[in-house]
């Protein structure tokens, strides 16, 4: 058939959780072609973004190595804030991580069928940019008043609204049907996100025992180690701010999803069939 196809229409999801309604699943041509511009566009700024952080990982891996080769295994005595091997180490193990999770969505995505939107990946990439690079190369956490409380609030909202789409992607599944409740969305919202913040303090935890590593900043810049309740603030701190952040994104949640706002539907992750991804 040439020329524009006229839209038939077909059941749909028309709320961010569940219910059902009706849509056109072919648009007209202009529209069609509309929408492929818009998604250009927003495809070339998101590798542009990534491909910006990309390159300052691997830069910032290079300094590492050289500082591993470099630096003192401790402190010189009379010199303050001198970096050692340790903090060196620190920030190698940091870039190859982000630069390893960087690649994390596109395989979830092949691996899953499932697309990310743009800017949802977007903002996950300017947050590793944010705790690797300026927080540990440009010692942010240590320049910069309650860095590391920043980034974990940030990180309780994206791990929230990433909650969301579990429960989306779970509903749309053809194996699993659900009808859930906003309020018990909203507390698995909570749930999930609290839940991944212990588990990277944990792993923080290891890495720090495993190889000698300063990730729960249980020692000051200058080497000087925390005793007692002065080195617990940081994990706390880190637990109670993911938890804020957490119960911002559920009652956001909860207020879409049982007053049909569509607040949360531009953050849901999407079959691949319904979404085109964006991911360089």
Known sequence: MTGCEAPRITPRRDTEMGSYGDRPTTRSCPEDLKQMKKLNAKS????????????????????????????????????????????????????LLGIAVMFLPSALERRLRIAIPGFMYVLFVVFLYGAIYLGEIRSFYYRIPHWDLILHGFSGLMLGALSFSVIALLNDSEKITLSLSPSFVAVFAFSFAVAIGVLWEVYEFFLDGLLGLNMQKYALENGRVLIGRGALVNTMGDLIVDAIGATVMSAVGYVSVKYKKGWVGRMLMKRAASATSLRP
Do not use: H, N, R
């Open 44 to 95: 070339g700024w998101a590798k542009g973004i990534f491909l910006f952080v990309f390159a300052t990982l691997i830069l910032s891996s290079v300094y590492a190595i050289v500082g591993v080769a470099s630096a003192p295994a401790g402190p010189i005595p009379g010199v303050e804030y001198e970096k050692m091997k340790s903090d060196y180490a620190l920030m190698l193990v940091q870039c």
